[in-house]
Nanobody, 120 residues
Framework: QVQLVESGGGLVQAGGSLRLSCAAS????????MGWFRQAPGKEREFVAA????????YYTDSVKGRFTISRDAAKNTLYLQMNSLKPEDTAVYYC?????????????WGQGTQVTVSS
């Protein structure tokens, strides 16, 4: 059974940084894409970033390009999202996702989410 467990969320001031982690277990992810989505209060869930596990090709939504970096540690089966220069509009619940295709529109597997709050 696939499990995705996020950690690293919290409260940070605008301009600060956080690193989210997602520990993945239950299968081999070498042929998968993994990504991060977020959902702010009253809004739909949106794509943030994704990485192809096998070759580390990355994708980002425009609003986080240059500020967020997605990466993975294959030995630890862990996905990361380094978030710098955080803005209040980045406040949301962040979800880790895994998908056999792209993890950019939807995903087969989801974590439980971790709250990120950016104060102004």
């Amino acid at each position: 059974q696939v499990q995705l467990v996020e950690s690293g969320g919290g409260l940070v001031q605008a301009g600060g940084s956080l690193r989210l982690s997602c520990a993945a277990s239950g299968r081999t992810f070498s042929s998968y894409a993994m990504g991060w989505f977020r959902q702010a209060p009253g809004k739909e869930r949106e794509f943030v970033a994704a990485i192809i596990w096998s070759d580390s090709t990355t994708y980002y939504t425009d609003s986080v390009k240059g500020r967020f970096t997605i990466s993975r540690d294959a030995a630890k089966n862990t996905l990361y999202l380094q978030m710098n220069s955080l803005k209040p509009e980045d406040t949301a619940v962040y979800y880790c996702a895994a998908d056999p295709n792209s993890a950019r529109r939807s995903a087969d597997y989801w974590g439980q989410g971790t709250q990120v709050t950016v104060s102004s």
